[in-house]
């Protein structure tokens, strides 16, 4: 069967309080995240938007696997389920292909402005001052290049980070995306082929 997730923002002073969350279904992409982490896809160009616009946020790839939250009986996925999934009018955006019956989704947004990795290819840590160039990433076997952030902020996948992969190290980390790198920011290498 696999693991699902789903992105979440997570509040600052209460970790455990999804404030913003999305659903790749939306998008005609799966849950799995193999079936939606690559980079200029919509589904995480749509949740890309809200780094863009909000700057940093506290990001988790939740996993509905993931230990539960301290303090909590569940874990950020679950607490995910059932929330209002925003949804944004971006080029490809499939919500009519994947409604089951007694859905009752909330409009799509136009969005400002589309992130891509032309338009914001620097995604940054604030916590840890660290950048990745997502043009940097390699293309993989599938001639696809993986999106680091859904990878960096991921919990519950039971995948140990390494120096070339560093799988979770950004989860619940103040993150945004950029045209440019600030002075002084540590580069970090991604590599999951």
């Known amino acids: 069967m696999g693991q699902y997730f789903l992105p979440v ?4 002073a209460q970790p455990c309080r999804v404030v913003k969350t999305m659903h790749p ?16 896809n919509e589904f995480v160009g749509a949740f890309e938007i809200l780094l863009a616009l909000d700057g940093p946020q506290r990001v988790v790839w939740a ?19 059932g929330q209002k999934y925003l949804r944004f009018n971006v080029p ?10 007694g859905d009752h989704p909330e409009p799509a947004i136009d969005p400002p402005l589309i992130v891509s990795t ?9 916590d840890r ?3 990745i160039r997502k043009n940097d990433v390699p293309v993989d076997r599938y001639s696809r290049r993986r999106h680091p952030l859904p990878w960096l902020t991921v919990e ?22 950029s045209r440019t790198i600030p002075d002084g920011w540590t580069a970090v290498p991604f590599n999951l082929s």
């Open 9 to 12: 923002i997570i509040d600052d």
């Open 25 to 40: 279904y939306d998008y005609g992409f799966g849950l799995k995240i193999g079936e939606h982490a690559w980079c200029d």
């Open 63 to 81: 996993g509905d696997y993931a230990e539960p939250d301290q303090g909590s009986d569940a874990n950020l996925y679950h607490h995910a389920l």
């Open 92 to 101: 490809g955006y499939g919500l009519e292909r994947y409604l089951l019956p």
């Open 118 to 126: 032309d338009s914001h290819p620097v995604l940054l840590n604030h």
């Open 129 to 131: 001052h660290e950048y």
């Open 156 to 177: 519950g996948l039971g995948l140990r980070p390494t120096p070339a992969a560093p799988i979770g190290r950004w989860a619940r980390h103040r993150v945004s995306v």
